[in-house]
T-cell receptor, first 111, second 113 residues
Framework: EPEVTQTPSHQVTQMGQEVILRCVPISNHLYFYWYRQILGQKVEFLVSFYNNEISEKSEIFDDQFSVERPDGSNFTLKIRSTKLEDSAMYFC?????????FGQGTRLTVV | AQKITQTQPGMFVQEKEAVTLDCTYDTSDPSYGLFWYKQPSSGEMIFLIYQGSYDQQNATEGRYSLNFQKARKSANLVISASQLGDSAMYFCALLNYGQNFVFGPGTRLSVLP
């Protein structure tokens, strides 16, 4: 079964530090997404990416967030200056023409 | 605007019995997809089943089937022969093509031995 891979699985960082979350989507997929889920709460949309460009972003995705596809395969989410409220599970998703698969998530803890 | 409703915050089912998890949606777009995901306590989001709005038949994947009633805008997940490992949070999600996924609040399923 196709698989989306996210690294690291866990990240602990100090408030104000930059973090980079990485995702390897499914190779022939064209649509990519980042979502987050604060513990016990709903799954929230951050940003979608198509054809090497951001196609949509939410209010959460402010100037401290950025997304890149640096080498045509990996897909990164950068948080420039982390805040305590950024602590959450971050999911990358990859979609082809139908099914969409999520990675196993990166659990980010900001202390 | 897109919206997903899951009215059952929690459900219990006896092992080996079938269970239906409800999902209703709202969209004005004629082309969309409906997805179900399972989130166990470990936190990952596991794809279960997908239904396209133009698919004529209800989707099935092993013990999972999707009861798609387009006119009612419902996409209920049916799990047959429940197993203890099915205990998890289940999310219904709507995708309007060209836009992003909207997730419901989830239903916590507990399978009783």
């Amino acid at each position: 079964e196709p698989e989306v891979t996210q690294t690291p699985s866990h990240q602990v960082t100090q408030m104000g530090q930059e973090v980079i979350l990485r995702c390897v989507p499914i190779s022939n997929h064209l649509y990519f997404y980042w979502y987050r889920q604060i513990l016990g709460q709903k799954v929230e949309f951050l940003v979608s990416f198509y054809n090497n460009e951001i196609s949509e972003k939410s209010e959460i995705f402010d100037d401290q967030f950025s997304v890149e596809r640096p080498d045509g395969s990996n897909f990164t989410l950068k948080i420039r200056s982390t805040k305590l409220e950024d602590s959450a599970m971050y999911f990358c998703a990859s979609r082809g023409t139908g099914e969409a698969f999520f990675g196993q998530g990166t659990r980010l803890t900001v202390v | 605007a897109q919206k997903i409703t899951q009215t059952q915050p929690g459900m219990f089912v006896q092992e080996k019995e079938a269970v239906t998890l409800d999902c209703t949606y709202d969209t004005s777009d004629p082309s969309y997809g409906l997805f179900w995901y399972k989130q166990p306590s470990s936190g990952e989001m596991i794809f279960l089943i997908y239904q396209g709005s133009y698919d004529q038949q209800n989707a099935t994947e092993g013990r999972y089937s999707l009861n798609f009633q387009k006119a009612r805008k419902s996409a209920n997940l049916v799990i047959s022969a429940s197993q203890l490992g099915d205990s998890a949070m289940y999310f219904c999600a709507l995708l309007n093509y060209g836009q992003n996924f909207v997730f419901g609040p989830g239903t916590r399923l507990s399978v009783l031995p």
